[in-house]
């Protein structure tokens, strides 16, 4: 199949709708990191068995690298940059704040799509157990084993949105299926 024939599409990201202009076999993933810039998602395996590059689809985490950005028109796209940054003069989302005091990275390449992943089940669960977090993590890898710091952090940052913690702009909704 030609790749040449381009479709328009307008896609919610972020909470802005975004007009892309996209060949046909193009992923969401791409479109996010090189036509848009957004490089806080990851690009690991680009075959969905790591979790690097997942972001929310109309609320559900899913893995970036198996979407096509045809399908993500007229959807909308949450990414890791709605969280707001960790420097000054930004908000930053408790989620994030909670990752750095709860030392839940190494290398950090993992946490973006760590960080996407948490945040749709502390949509759905506010109160998660552990073991609710654990299964959410298995879609996510990270090399550096900082698993535990992750718990400690998801747990950490539902108690504070549950306490009032301002959550995301464009904070999706409940569900998670990252297969799509
Ligand atoms: S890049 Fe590994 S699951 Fe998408
Ligand atoms: S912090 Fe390095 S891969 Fe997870």
Redesign the pocket.
């Known amino acids: 199949m030609s790749s040449d024939r381009r479709a328009n599409l307008t896609i919610l990201i972020n909470g802005s709708p975004t007009s892309v202009s996209v060949a046909p076999d193009r992923t969401l993933l791409l479109l996010l990191r090189e036509d848009l810039g957004l490089v806080g998602t990851k690009y690991g395996c680009g075959r969905g068995e790591c979790g690097a590059c997942t972001v929310h689809l109309d609320g559900k985490a899913v893995y970036s690298c198996l979407m096509l950005a045809a399908e993500c028109n007229g959807r909308a796209v949450t990414t890791i940059e709605s969280l707001g940054g960790l420097g000054e003069g930004g908000s930053t989302h408790p989620l994030l704040s909670a990752i750095v005091e709860e030392d839940a990275?190494?290398?950090?390449?993992?946490?973006p799509g760590q960080a996407m992943s948490i945040l749709a089940l502390l949509e759905a669960r506010p109160n998660p157990t552990d073991e609710e977090i654990l299964e959410t993590l298995e879609g996510n890898l990270?090399?550096?084993g900082?698993y535990p710091g992750l718990v400690r952090a998801a747990r950490r940052a539902a108690m504070e949105l549950r306490a009032g913690g301002a959550p995301a702009a464009a904070m999706p909704g409940p569900s998670r299926s990252k297969k799509g």
């Open positions: 990275l190494q290398c950090g390449y993992c946490t990270c090399r550096c900082a």
